[in-house]
């Protein structure tokens, strides 16, 4: 049984970083795809990043692009986000997200059918 733990999330002021990590156990090399979804008060569940695994090719949402890195690291079996310059608007739970199959589009969390329990960001001003 596959399962995603997230951690390393917490609080920051504006212009700070996190880094947040998954760790996938349970048969993670079947992965195709592995992305960070963020969900903040009152709003949808959005895409942030995501990796597909063989390619390693990375996708990441516009509002993001230059400020956070997805990387993974198949010897650890982990997925990572890499948060700079935060802003308050990145205020939001982080999900980690696994799939067996391409998840495309990468920003469609429908396409994952595996979910870590969240990790808290918070960003003040």
């Known amino acids: 049984q596959v399962q995603l733990v997230e951690s390393g999330g917490g609080s920051v002021q504006a212009g700070g970083s996190l880094r947040l990590s998954c760790a996938v156990s349970?048969?993670?090399?079947?992965?195709?795809?592995m992305g960070w979804f963020r969900q903040a008060p009152g709003k949808e569940r959005e895409g942030v990043a995501a990796i597909y695994i063989n390619s390693g090719n990375t996708y990441y949402a516009d509002s993001v692009k230059g400020r956070l890195t997805i990387s993974q690291d198949n010897a650890k079996n982990t997925l990572y986000l890499q948060m700079n310059t935060l802003k308050p608007e990145d205020t939001a739970i982080y999900y980690c997200?696994?799939?067996?199959?391409?998840?495309?589009?990468?920003?469609?969390?429908?396409?994952?059918?595996?979910w870590g329990q969240g990790t808290q960001v918070t960003v003040s001003s």
């Open positions: 997200a696994a799939a067996l199959r391409h998840a495309y589009p990468w920003y469609q969390s429908t396409g994952y059918g595996y």
């Open positions: 349970g048969s993670p090399s079947t992965m195709t795809s």
